[in-house]
Antibody, heavy 116, light 108 residues
Framework: EVQLVQSGAEVKKPGESLKISCQVS????????IGWVRQMPGKGLEWMGF????????KYSPSFQGQVTISADKSISTAYLQWSSLKASDTAMYYC?????????WGQGTLVIVSS | QSVLTQPPSVSAAPGQKVTISCSGS????????VSWYQQLPGTAPKLLIY???KRPSGIPDRFSGSKSGTSATLGITGLQTGDEADYYC?????????FGGGTKLTVL
């Protein structure tokens, strides 16, 4: 069974850094793209970018290029989404999802709250 | 502003049929497959339809998808109260993924 398990909720202050994770199981991590999707409170889905763990090829939405970093560790079948300096506007639910061209399996989501 | 346009809301009575539209352009829907996702309240999205009209295993045939030109449509028949959710279309544009703004389905 394909599973994507995300790290737990985070409460951070503006300016702090953060790295959230998405550990997968039930399939070969290196042969499927893993994407990240943002959902701000009460809003729709926004595709942020994705990574192909096999060769670390990474693509970002123009809206998120330079704002976040997507990475992966093949040794532990885990993808990451990272911020170097959080803003209040980063408060949202973040989902990882497998696949391309369509996302066929999703993580449960990680809630990130950025507040002073 | 989403690249793909969906109506903000639709509603219908239990047992009835509803359709949700997703309008794009030749640079996205017109030249790529469309997928649809259901997001029940407080849960992660789930894939409903992929490659315009295919259903993953476990998705009932009450859900259907179609595409014509630069638009796609999700159809749901035999509406149930459990179908109340947000529905999103998705596709590609220039090797990047795009989603519609989402449609809230209310089953009256």
């Amino acid at each position: 069974e394909v599973q994507l398990v995300q790290s737990g909720a985070e409460v951070k202050k503006p300016g702090e850094s953060l790295k959230i994770s998405c550990q997968v199981s039930g399939y070969s991590f290196t042969t499927h793209w893993i994407g990240w999707v943002r959902q701000m409170p009460g809003k729709g889905l926004e595709w942020m970018g994705f990574i192909y763990p096999g060769d670390s090829d990474t693509k970002y939405s123009p809206s998120f290029q330079g704002q976040v970093t997507i990475s992966a560790d093949k040794s532990i079948s885990t993808a990451y989404l990272q911020w170097s300096s959080l803003k209040a506007s980063d408060t949202a639910m973040y989902y990882c999802a497998r696949g391309s061209p369509h996302f066929d399996s999703w993580g449960q989501g990680t809630l990130v709250i950025v507040s002073s | 502003q989403s690249v793909l346009t969906q109506p903000p809301s639709v509603s219908a009575a239990p047992g009835q049929k509803v359709t949700i539209s997703c309008s794009g352009s030749s640079s996205n829907i017109g030249n790529n497959y469309v997928s649809w996702y259901q997001q029940l309240p407080g849960t992660a999205p789930k894939l409903l339809i992929y490659d315009n009209n295919k259903r993953p295993s476990g998705i009932p045939d009450r859900f259907s998808g179609s595409k014509s030109g630069t638009s796609a449509t999700l159809g749901i028949t035999g509406l149930q109260t459990g179908d109340e959710a947000d529905y999103y279309c998705g596709t590609w544009e220039s090797s990047l993924r795009v989603f519609g703004g989402g449609t809230k389905l209310t089953v009256l």
